[in-house]
């Protein structure tokens, strides 16, 4: 059996043919130890306070402000420091026409690499994380260049351009802005 999140609460999966009773303990044990796996995500301001590379800044009247514009002052910071280390890590990674940078409000992928069309959007998201963090994201999409797949040669060419990749890899699953 097992046991996961789904989108109103837990899903069990059980054999058809498994008793009631057995499914109910297996689900009551199993809760526990899901529910410490699965953190929620941390507030990213609180107030006018707002997490900007990993620090907590004073943007006054943020609060205030619809969701529209807080994104857009989040847009700017984040694409401002996207388009300065873009060229940085292109330049590291021998990739010589470079990617055109977008930003959108997506909060299932850090980064989508588009080939053909030269671009690479990344999440608004990665905005509230340490500069270094973001840089590591910047460095798996653009290691996209030479390699489709997260395959074992896509991971040599990423690791080294970052070779912390699996630190801030575990930074941004727990959410960990700082
Ligand atoms: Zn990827």
Not at 70 to 89: D, T
Not at 106 to 133: A, N, P
Request: proline share 3%.
């Amino acid at each position: 059996m097992s046991l996961r999140t789904g989108k109103t609460g837990f899903v069990c999966n059980a054999p058809t043919f498994q008793k009631e009773k057995e499914i109910e303990d297996f689900v009551i044990s199993a809760i526990p130890k899901l529910e410490r796996r699965i953190k929620p995500i941390p507030q990213s301001s609180e107030g006018d306070n707002v997490w900007i590379f990993g620090e907590k800044v004073l943007i006054s009247g943020y609060a205030s402000l619809t969701k529209e514009k807080q994104n857009l002052i989040l847009k700017r910071y984040l694409l401002s420091f996207l388009k300065e280390v873009n060229p940085i890590h292109e330049r590291n990674m021998g990739i010589e026409t470079s990617y055109e940078v977008k930003v959108r409000d997506c909060k299932t992928v850090y980064g989508v690499h588009h080939t053909q069309k030269r671009y690479i959007t990344y999440s608004l998201e990665l905005v509230h994380y340490k500069k270094d963090t973001i840089e590591s994201v910047v460095s798996h999409e653009l290691a996209h260049h030479y390699v489709h797949a997260h395959s074992k040669k896509f991971y040599t060419i990423l690791l080294k351009e970052c070779p912390n990749y699996w630190y801030y890899r575990k930074k941004l699953i727990h959410h960990i802005y700082d």
